[in-house]
Structures are given as C-alpha cells and as structure tokens.
Nanobody
Framework: VQLQAYGGGLVQSGGSLRLSCAAS????????MAWFRQAPGKEREFVAT????????YYADAVKGRFTISRGKSENSIYLQMSSLKPEDTAIYYC????????????????WGQGTQVTVSS
C-alpha cells in the first residue's frame, strides 16, 4: 500500500484544519489506517486509528474530543479533521497502514506516507 498525505498548513491557535491521505493498493476489512505525528526533537507519536472494515476509531488522549478520523465512503482515503488546534499540535503528520494486529504502536504499521506539516501559531 502506498500512501500520500496532504492538507497541512499554517493555522492560528483555536482554528481547524483537515488532513487527507490517499492510499493505493488493496486494503482489507481487517486492516487499519492511522495518523501519527512528529514534532521537532520528539519521537513520532500515535494520534488516531480507524479500523477499515467496521470504522471503529481510537484516539490519543491529547487529541480526544478535538480530532476526528474518518474514511472515505468509496475511495481508499482517510481524513483527520482537527479542531481547537493548539501550538503543541505543531508537527509533521503522517498517515500509515497496518494489517490490524495492533492499533497504536509504530511497529504495527508497515506503510507510511511522506508527511504533511501542520503549524499552529499562538
């Protein structure tokens, strides 16, 4: 599976942004798609995961209630709607594909997009 993320940009604190990730290749109902992020000088961290078949989603505590992950109805895409953005959300955001054995660890995901920069100004 090949992934391409886009939609990042510069936004003021409290604003909203929507990220998109287009996937090429076969995605099975047991698979998962996710968003991770990496801030300067920090490790890449889990943001949100969605189970491809049933659509169940999971979130990191830091974004719960502010971010929403979703999948396209017909196309192989996922989205991350981000609201009430904070300066600490500034990072490069990556989409990822996994076989569904795990939901939140980087090691659970074999395919990664190139990342899209999100900058939140205070």
């Amino acid at each position: 599976v090949q992934l391409q993320a886009y939609g990042g940009g510069l936004v003021q604190s409290g604003g909203s942004l929507r990220l998109s990730c287009a996937a090429s290749g076969r995605i099975f109902s047991s698979h998962v798609m996710a968003w991770f992020r990496q801030a300067p000088g920090k490790e890449r961290e889990f943001v949100a995961t969605i189970r491809w078949g049933v659509g169940t989603s999971y979130y990191a505590d830091a974004v719960k209630g502010r971010f929403t992950i979703s999948r396209g109805k017909s196309e192989n895409s996922i989205y991350l709607q981000m609201s009430s953005l904070k300066p600490e959300d500034t990072a490069i955001y990556y989409c990822a594909h996994g076989n569904g054995r795990g939901l939140t660890a980087k090691a659970d995901f074999a395919s990664w997009g190139q990342g899209t920069q999100v900058t939140v100004s205070s």
